[in-house]
């Protein structure tokens, strides 16, 4: 079984900057590809960033120079560097492997930018 941990939400000013962290539980972390998605009121859950396995990354047009994935396997945890915070950012922010798999959602942590 597969559990994720998000945490480092909080409430940040515009241009502002948040890391947050994924922390697998009961997996074995190093074997999947993963993902950061986010959800905002009223709109669809989106894939923001991708990483591989292997550490290789993209991301969504819309957070390219100001975000960052990355992973430590040893640790068993993912991070999203988040910077240059505009309110848009604004969101529920989740991980889960790449796909998306229903069963593996959390709770998630909550950005909110605003002033």
């Known amino acids: 079984q597969v559990q994720f941990v998000e945490s480092g939400g909080g409430l940040v000013q515009p241009g502002g900057s948040l890391r947050l962290s994924c922390a697998a539980s009961?997996?074995?972390?190093?074997?999947?590809?993963m993902g950061w998605y986010r959800q905002a009121p009223g709109k669809q859950r989106e894939l923001v960033a991708h990483?591989?396995?292997?550490?290789?990354?993209t991301y969504t047009e819309s957070v390219k120079g100001r975000f960052t994935i990355s992973r430590d396997n040893a640790k068993n945890t993912m991070y999203l560097q988040m910077n240059s915070l505009k309110p848009e950012d604004t969101a529920l922010y989740y991980c889960?492997?790449?796909?998306?798999?229903?069963?593996?959602w959390g709770q998630g942590t909550q950005v909110i930018v605003s002033s």
């Open positions: 990483i591989t396995k292997g550490g290789s990354t």
């Open positions: 889960n492997i790449d796909p998306g798999l229903p069963r593996y």
């Open positions: 009961g997996s074995i972390f190093h074997a999947y590809n």
